[in-house]
């Protein structure tokens, strides 16, 4: 695989015949590819048939590899027969790869306003746990490369040009990614931010990579890796009950011209559960009071029944997002720690099942 204006791969095709396939009928001999409405002829190196069944494999050259549209290849067999293959376009997916908080300390008082960001109901009880100032948070984002579909990064596609990219992306060897990318940071992040006090509404200052004013926001940009960007926000000093919103959003781009974006949430406080409170039992009557929905009938329907018998009974729509609820809860409170983004998620999936 090489690489400088345009990504370019080279990629083994197999050939398997029928049971009546003559050896002419495997073996490849020219390949063409259409790329931007023009057709280009590829060098074909082809490998002799073998194996039962008639089988033959074929390696092709410069693979232009789209970043628009779909590209599509067009192989010639010895007897005349044409194939087309579809080549899906790559894009840049940026995923958020670690994040952690520091400094974290209680502030009972933001209950009200971390649970109203949330979207949850007013309510007057005390719910399990802690809520927590955080006063820095540490996101990493890691760039991947990913089959576009429908525009969008889909990850759950298969793409062995997109695991050898990445796979070449992230390792160690920066002398590899100069010799495959032409750089040694191939893909480069842009950030912006906007700091939201969701009390009060206002609008606070954000300082990046440089001290911060009284009230303000303050982050850090770093590079992390070949590719990947970090930051650390800082919140400021406030009164209790204040909950601060930062929106993240992150514009990344390539050596050969694929880009990405994402955004993602930070925010001032988090609900901490201790491991003695991490139970579902517990922890969904809250999830139902806020969602103003009966806590029993949610626990009784989120309860995991013999498959079996599921099977056997009715569908029930509210069930399944109860059950869906229980698992999505499990899984949030694995790190101890439910975000109002998370705690959004679940008061949605409560109301749903209590429909």
Not at 46 to 67: C, D, F, T
């Amino acid at each position: 695989m090489v690489g400088r204006q345009r990504l370019v791969a080279d990629i083994r095709v197999d050939l398997v015949g029928t049971e009546e396939a003559t050896e002419a009928d495997v073996t490849l001999t020219s390949a063409q590819v259409m790329d931007a409405g023009q057709l280009q002829t590829l060098s074909v190196e082809s490998i002799a048939p073998a194996g039962e069944g008639q089988q033959g494999s074929g390696l092709v050259r410069n693979l232009p590899i789209p970043m628009a549209a779909t590209g599509q290849l067009i192989l010639q067999t010895q007897s005349g027969e044409s194939l087309g293959l579809n080549i899906p376009p790559l894009t840049l997916a940026l995923l958020v790869s670690e994040e952690s908080v520091e400094r974290s300390t209680p502030d009972a008082d933001a209950w009200t306003a971390l649970s109203a960001a949330a979207g949850g109901d007013e309510v007057e009880s005390t719910p399990p746990g802690a809520v927590l100032g955080s006063a820095v948070w540490e996101v990493e984002l890691a760039p991947l490369y990913a089959t576009a579909r429908f525009g969008r990064p889909s990850l759950e596609d298969e793409s062995p040009i997109a695991e050898a990219l990445n796979d070449e992306l992230h390792t160690a060897d920066t002398d590899r990614v100069v010799e495959l990318f032409g750089s040694a940071r191939p893909i480069e992040s842009q950030w912006t931010y906007v700091a939201t006090d969701v009390v009060s509404g206002d609008t606070l200052p954000v300082a990046v990579n440089e001290p911060a004013g009284p009230g303000a926001v303050q982050v850090n940009e770093v590079a992390v890796g070949t590719a990947g960007s970090g930051i650390q926000v800082t919140f400021p000093e406030q009164p209790g009950g204040r909950v601060i919103r930062l929106v993240a959003s992150a514009a990344a781009s390539d050596v050969f011209g694929l880009e990405g974006s994402t955004s993602h949430t930070v925010w001032s406080h988090f609900w901490a559960i201790s491991d003695e409170e991490a139970d579902a039992e517990v922890l969904m009557p809250v999830i139902a009071e806020l969602a103003s929905v009966s806590g029993e009938q949610l626990l009784r329907a989120s309860t995991l029944q013999d498959p079996s018998a599921r099977r056997r009974a009715a569908p029930d729509q509210q069930a399944r997002m109860a059950r869906i609820l229980r698992a999505t809860l499990i899984d949030a409170i694995e790190d101890n720690r439910i975000t109002v983004d998370e705690l959004a998620v679940l008061i949605d999936f409560a109301r749903r099942a209590g429909e």
